[in-house]
């Protein structure tokens, strides 16, 4: 019966499955991009983004959920991604973007998926001005 005063969620393991994660990015003069962060103890070399032509970087990878700080390596030179929703300020006084992995049925997923529209308009408005 008293069933209800179970429902904690602290009794179960949390979701390390990782997560599929993509990053783009787009730099006409760019040789080398890469993504440092700590999910990779900040080595780009571990996480290279593919070259697609036309100045467009792209890098499909999978992410256990959590909460990660990065930046992009563009040519030896680290930098926020510009497409970033969130960063920080880091202890080289630059920034370094935020990123957050979900996972599959994480309440912090559903309502990224909620708020979506929300933050694609105010990005759409940001870049109007």
Sequence with gaps: ????????????????????????????????????????????????????????????????????????????MYYPDPLAKESVPNPFGGRNSVLHVAGALSPAHLAEQVTSPLNNQSIQQATQL
Excluded at 40 to 49: C, G, I, Q, Y
Aim: hydrophobic share 30%.
């Design 1 to 76: 019966m008293n069933n209800h005063h179970h429902h904690s969620k602290s009794h179960s393991a949390p979701d390390t499955t990782p997560m599929p994660v993509h990053f783009e990015f787009t730099h006409p003069t760019a040789h080398q991009v890469g993504i440092a962060g700590t999910f990779n103890d900040w080595h780009p070399e571990a996480k290279p983004m593919h070259f697609l032509g036309h100045g467009r970087w792209v890098k499909e990878t999978e992410l256990a959920p959590g909460t990660y700080e990065y930046c992009l390596v563009v040519d030896g």
